[in-house]
């Protein structure tokens, strides 16, 4: 997020897209993190948006929903990271994607 936050203030072209002029003053960076900390701390909230727009991303064509590769950086684990393998699972597109965020918890 720092890095984010710097590049707006050097870059005019990210200042058009967030509609900050250039006196403007750009957010400290915990600003963005503690606002969303607050607005999504109830995780049903995050799967529910999440889940539907991988939904629409599956309907569209965009993800191959048989392999499924999990950067596992921040998982408290003995494994670094997975990658899991659908074969001939006839799931519908809902199930799917409830039983892949299952999955990566």
């Known amino acids: 997020m720092r890095q984010t936050i710097k590049e ?7 200042r ?3 509609g900050l002029t250039l ?3 750009v957010p400290h960076f915990t600003t963005y993190g503690k606002n969303y900390s607050r607005r999504f701390q109830d995780k049903e909230v ?15 064509g965009l993800i191959d929903s048989t392999e499924i590769f999990v950067d ?8 670094i990271s997975c990658s899991v ?3 001939n699972r ?7 994607i409830k039983n892949w965020i299952a999955s990566i918890r």
């Open 8 to 14: 707006i203030e050097v870059k005019v072209a990210y």
């Open 16 to 18: 058009w897209f967030l």
């Open 23 to 25: 006196e403007d003053k």
């Open 46 to 60: 995050i799967e529910t948006i999440f889940s539907h727009i991988l939904g629409l991303c599956l309907n569209a």
């Open 72 to 79: 596992g950086t921040h998982i408290k684990s003995a494994a």
């Open 85 to 87: 393998k659908l074969k």
């Open 90 to 96: 006839n799931f519908d597109e809902h199930d799917r």
